[in-house]
């Protein structure tokens, strides 16, 4: 286990605070429920539809249709969706799913956060977590980051990195890479806490290469020191300068960012997604998430390819994202 996952599930344990598991049917779920119990992570609810899956001791099982609450949050939904012209029959069948469902409940304060996403995709988790909870006050764009942890490294904070956009944005424009950057850094910062050094990644560095995919890369770094100008950000940055310090100081001597950075903002969804596997799989490194920034309230995807193991450290970090929005 990573210095940094022991860290959450120690915060997590601190103030436990409720997370709702939509998909009770997966065997992971159930798996990860019985160990996030047993480590006294956070108080479970898991969400089912159709036959009840093994109990799991400690937890709520809840069938969405036949919970007390159904009405309740179907009449809620229908007045939050009453301008786009929503019946009460359409909330009421939405409810009876089981993400809609969990949304619902952490909007209306029975639960603190969501995770979901072994057995849905991303826009399944999202597209209930935009219709109800909103976007955070100020956010313009919705984003996906991973942390991850490698072992035995030198770089980043000792092997630990922030990733994005990992999971939705497939080719941002200068503008929405910038967002991307600023919300990763307030991420990192939250998590970590300490300052993060952003480093705009590309096939160039500080023009050494000329293309139209360089000059977004260098167009949205500029965006992120107009918009944040406390925050350590720079680009264009190719990998290695980024990561390694004698690398860094002969492609880009003048960056304060470059040998040191730690929040790895990739230039579209093919290159983040490709990059964040390649190190999970090749330097055997802890992946966490896909966790979402921009949500007014704590959601976390998971990757399909996920294990309980994965789920369990997700929980715990959604937990603590919990605690610090509820301190706020």
Known sequence: MSDFLARMKAQAAGDRKTIVL????????????????????????????????????????????????HEAYAQ????????????????????????????????????????????????????PALQILKTAPGTKL???????CVPDCEYGDHGTFVFSDIGLNEYPDAEALSEIAIASAASWKQLMGTEPHVAMLSYSSHGSANSEYVDKVAEATALVHAKAPGLLCDGELQTDAALDETVGALKAPTSEVAGNADVLVFPNLDAGNIGYKLVQRLAKAEAYGPLLQGIAKPVNDLSRGCSATDIVAVVAITAVQAQLASAE
Do not use: W
């Open 22 to 69: 939509p998909e009770g049917e997966d065997p992971r779920t159930i798996e990860a429920a019985r160990r996030i119990v047993e480590e006294g992570l956070a108080d479970l609810v898991i969400l089912h539809n159709g036959e009840e899956p093994e109990p799991v001791e400690g937890a709520r099982m809840v069938d969405p249709r036949t919970s007390p609450k």
């Open 76 to 127: 809620e939904l229908r007045r939050l969706r009453a301008k786009k012209g929503m019946t009460i029959e359409q909330a009421r069948e939405l409810v009876d799913d089981a993400t809609y469902f969990g949304t619902m409940m952490v909007k209306m304060g029975d639960a603190d956060g969501l995770v979901s996403g072994a057995c849905h995709s991303t826009a399944n988790t999202l597209r």
């Open 142 to 148: 919705v984003s996906g980051f991973m942390v991850v």
